[in-house]
């Protein structure tokens, strides 16, 4: 269109200010859909003159709702309504009696764009219902996570400042204990040299007695006296050896810089990942692949009676042992009855506890550093650490034993597999030779996975710990990184389920982390009365047991 198609009158603005193509000078009041003209009501007649058949005319305010379909290359002034399947061009009802498309399969044009149409607006609401929000959303997360960057890093330098004071703290230890070791070696020294000063003294003291009695025979002139002389100590007339004692040397060690950045620590950069899938907002951000997030309920609340809950395990029977600080084991049927007790050996209250394949009943007795086995109401001690101590276990797949465990010095820390009472495997370091676990006492909770990976939460470092069967590791989740929660991320107690999700309990905000087996955060379980939740375990049903610390047991449906 040319400028004067869009000529307006100083008073009127828009579709009615447009001016008719023919005269130029009237307001234009109807369109030819055919012909894409504005007209006025006096050109109207003049513009249909050739052929009526050959035009549509509407009104201008609907000009942009009626389809303005192309016009046919071979037929003028004749709209093509049709495409044909074999040639792929668009056609007029008049092509389709040619010879040239004799035959051929059309498709109706106003179908076609009817059909793009509402394809197009389904893109339109879905931009505008779905994917914007969502891009809204991850906006915002990263934003938060830009504001949030500062005070991040800032705790990272400050833990970074915080280990270099320990560093100091143990340097300055082996210092003192070095010096001290000078001490020593100052004493033993003197010690030494005054023993061979007395030596030598009493020997020089003879020698001088040996110098007087040959000085008396000289003096005298008697023979026989001469004769038979005989050094007292013919050891002393020899020259004395020099005795020469040496001080001790401080050997030192060249400073291998390198080496000692090794030792000191490394920074772990955080993954950035882009997941495919639908947007969910329910976890303040899109779970990975088509996974459809559900909304958890609580099902069933049990008081155990136990003041502090710590633990939870169950069997295809549906019985449900729990403990927590009290020597008792107690065991509930689904209804919530008490059923069986059992205590520790010790009378001290069990670490951790589970079940075996066949229903029986494993618990650490950590005040004997024993893993205890209850079969058929026997007790069988399966093992007996010495400078180990077992702090949580699980039974894998193949009914084996997984246990974490922590040194008597509380400085490494390990999982362990027993078949029985044999120890078929330990897992300590990861694939560049560093610790896997942090070493302190703190409990790691542990659980195998589906796909046999073994998981552990480690609860000082504030990650979940991810190995292969063989011990290779595979990953770590540190919570999830832009969800804004009172408390830092403490992962205590951990299970998977069927679909080999991870699920783990954070203590501190009240909530469980639900991960893939990637380790990818799925969505929370919150609400549900949690209050401290520690211990986890999922039934036949796939439904989630939690201990909360408050003596509580809960039962969740946490997916369809």
């Not at 008719?20 to 859909?33: A, P, S, Y």
């Not at 639908?278 to 609580?298: Q, V, Y």
Request: charged content about 30%.
């Amino acid at each position: 269109m040319t400028e004067l198609d869009f000529k307006t009158d100083s008073k009127d603005n828009g579709e009615d200010s447009l001016r008719c193509d023919l005269c130029e000078t009237e307001k234009g009041q109807l369109f030819c859909v055919f012909c894409q003209v504005n007209l006025c009501t006096r050109c109207i007649g003049a513009h249909m003159l050739d052929d009526p058949l050959k035009h549509k005319i509407v009104l201008i305010s609907q000009r942009r709702s009626v389809p303005s379909f192309p016009k046919c290359e071979i037929h003028e002034n004749t709209c093509c309504e049709f495409h044909c399947n074999e040639c792929e061009i668009y056609i007029c009802s008049l092509c389709i009696s040619s010879e040239i498309h004799k035959g051929h399969v059309f498709s109706s044009l106003h179908e076609i764009y009817s059909a793009r149409r509402q394809k197009i607006q389904e893109d339109v609401d879905k931009i505008e219902n779905e994917f914007s929000p969502a891009y809204e959303a991850i906006i915002a997360d990263l934003e938060a996570g830009v504001n949030n960057a500062d005070g991040g890093f800032l705790k990272l330098t400050e833990a970074i400042s915080k280990h270099g004071e320990n560093w100091h703290k143990v340097l300055d230890i082996i210092i003192a204990d070095i010096k001290l070791e000078v001490d020593r070696l100052k004493k033993e020294h003197v010690k030494k040299l005054k023993e061979l000063v007395t030596e030598f003294k009493h020997a020089h003291s003879e020698l001088q007695q040996i110098k007087l009695e040959c000085s008396e025979i000289l003096c005298s002139s008697d023979v026989p006296l001469t004769l038979i002389y005989r050094p007292a100590n013919e050891d002393l007339m020899k020259p004395p050896r020099r005795v020469q004692v040496s001080m001790p040397i401080f050997k030192q060690k060249e400073i291998d810089c390198t080496q000692l950045r090794i030792l000191f620590g490394s920074l772990l950069p955080f993954p950035i990942t882009k997941q495919e899938g639908t947007f969910n907002r329910k976890a303040t951000a899109s779970p990975p692949g088509d996974i459809e997030l559900f909304n958890p309920r609580l099902i069933t609340t049990l008081d155990t009676g136990l003041e502090t809950l710590y633990k939870v395990t169950c069997n295809c029977d549906e019985e449900i042992w729990a403990s927590g600080e009290d020597s008792k084991i107690k065991c509930f049927e689904g209804q919530g009855s008490t059923i069986n007790e059992i205590e520790t050996t010790s009378e001290d209250w069990p670490f951790d506890i589970a079940m075996t394949n066949n229903g029986d009943l494993v618990y650490i007795d950590g005040a004997r550093k024993t893993i205890e086995l209850i079969k058929n109401g026997e007790r069988k001690r399966l093992v007996t650490l010495l400078e180990w101590n077992p702090v949580a276990i699980c039974v894998t797949s193949c009914d084996e034993l997984l246990a974490t465990m922590f040194s008597d010095d509380k400085t490494q820390s390990k999982v362990v597999r027993y078949s029985g009472s044999i120890q078929k495997q330990t897992i300590m370091f990861d694939n560049e030779g560093e610790h896997l676990l942090s070493g302190n006492d703190k409990i790691k909770y542990i659980s195998e996975n589906g796909n046999l990976d073994i998981c552990v939460a480690d609860f000082e470092v504030s990650a979940v710990v991810v190995v292969k069967e063989s011990g290779e590791f595979r990953f770590r989740y540190k919570g999830y990184l832009f969800a804004a929660k009172e408390s830092p991320f403490k992962p205590c107690g951990i299970a998977t389920d069927s679909e080999n999700q991870i699920l783990t309990a954070d203590c501190a905000n009240h909530c469980i982390h639900i991960l893939d087996q990637d380790g990818q955060f799925l969505q929370y379980i919150e609400g549900c009365d949690l209050d401290r939740p520690c211990g986890l375990c999922i039934d036949k049903n796939d439904n989630l047991l939690v201990a909360d610390m408050n003596g509580k047991l809960k039962k969740i449906k946490y997916k369809d």
